[in-house]
């Protein structure tokens, strides 16, 4: 990471090469939770992989659409995201009437990948960011980044501040409902467990996740990956 500053092939590469992995551990179904990766991996994804695979654009555009009250909906993705105008032609084959205003937000990405969730300085971050949408008078936010629902605390306190009443999409939220109807969800609901590969630095990872996520009820494993190659060694457990 981040995506949203690479190639569109670059993208599409890493998406496939990490649908590929896990396909061979054996699943039945794959959620790809990048916005960028959906942009840019989810139309080779389908065409490669006989398994079913959900990305997150078309959810988020669905709540959007159904929530907002004045048809004004913003964006915050990354920069990728926003140019691909995958959210653009998603939103205008779902309501023609809806008005999308895309910003990308590429500090934003470092600054929670970093573990900037509730601080001072993603406060700034997202302050200055809001600043560029002007006098758009939005109702509705899209936070189409995978990062950007961690700092939702955040982004509700900034507008409480503001006095403004905002709508915040986690396209997760129905991508989740999604999921559900094609899986039996209370069989996994039961036996938690969650393996992560993360190709950087796993203990900053893992710090991160900590602090999102309740690891009490979950049987979690962090493992370093690298590229194609997963090393089962380098396992850490918590």
């Known amino acids: 990471m981040p995506y949203g500053v690479k190639t569109s092939s670059e993208v599409e590469q890493f998406t496939l090469e990490c649908i590929d992995y896990i396909g061979e551990i054996g699943i039945d179904s794959c959620i790809i939770a990048c916005n960028t990766a959906t942009a840019y991996g989810l139309k080779s994804a389908r065409d490669k992989f006989d398994f079913k695979?959900?990305?997150v654009?078309?959810?988020a555009c669905e709540s959007a659409v159904e929530i907002t009250n004045n048809n004004k909906v913003a964006l915050f993705a990354t920069q990728g995201t926003v140019n691909s105008k995958i959210y653009d032609n998603t939103m205008k084959s779902i309501s023609q009437e809806v008005e999308l205003f895309g910003v990308g937000c590429p500090d934003l990405v470092l600054a929670i990948e970093n573990g900037h969730i509730d601080d001072c300085m993603v406060k700034k971050v997202i302050e200055e960011y809001l600043m560029e949408l002007g006098d758009f008078?939005?109702?509705t936010l899209i936070?189409?980044?995978t990062h950007f629902p961690l700092a939702i605390k955040m982004f509700k306190k900034i507008f409480s501040e503001q006095n403004k009443k905002v709508n915040i999409v986690d396209p997760a939220e129905k991508t989740i409902e999604k999921l559900k109807s094609v899986m039996q969800y209370d069989d996994i609901a039961r036996n938690s467990s969650v393996e992560f590969y993360a190709t950087g630095d796993v203990e900053k990872f893992k710090s991160t996740v900590c602090k999102v996520i309740d690891i009490d009820k979950i049987d979690l494993s962090f493992k370093k990956?690298?590229?194609?190659?997963f090393i089962d060694k380098e396992t850490s457990k918590i």
């Open 143 to 145: 936070l189409g980044c």
């Open 53 to 55: 695979i959900f990305g």
């Open 137 to 139: 008078e939005y109702d």
């Open 225 to 229: 990956a690298v590229l194609n190659k």
């Open 57 to 59: 654009v078309e959810p």
